[in-house]
């Protein structure tokens, strides 16, 4: 399964690579006017940005598959009670880290 998403991906990034690179194949032919503004997706940073963003998310992704995989295969706990327990344990968190920023 997860060399079908990995390839769906990869996919998918080629797509948008191949898209953006003939949008700007397309825009050499086009006269340019004074008022034009360059794609933000050509941008170094913005891809810094995207790539940390990712960084960050994969292994809050992969604890929470785990967890409710481990919850339904080995303490045989319901899909319902699994989306219950995930979902009040992810607004604990954040209520947590709300109550440590607070200024008294």
């Known amino acids: 399964m997860f060399t079908v998403l990995a390839i769906a991906g ?16 397309e825009s050499k ?9 360059p ?8 891809w810094k940005v995207v790539m940390a963003a990712g960084f960050l ?12 995989i481990y919850m339904l295969d080995i303490l045989h706990i319901g899909l319902t009670s ?10 604990w968190r954040r209520h947590a880290q709300n109550l440590g920023t607070e200024q008294h």
């Open 57 to 68: 998310t994969v292994p809050q992704m992969a604890v929470l598959t785990f967890g409710g």
């Open 10 to 25: 990869l996919s998918v990034g080629l797509v948008v690579v191949l898209f953006i690179n003939a949008k700007h194949a």
């Open 82 to 91: 699994i989306s219950v327990i995930l979902i009040k344990c992810a607004d």
């Open 39 to 46: 794609s933000p997706l050509k941008s170094i940073v913005v």
């Open 29 to 37: 032919y086009i006269s340019k006017s004074t008022l034009t503004i």
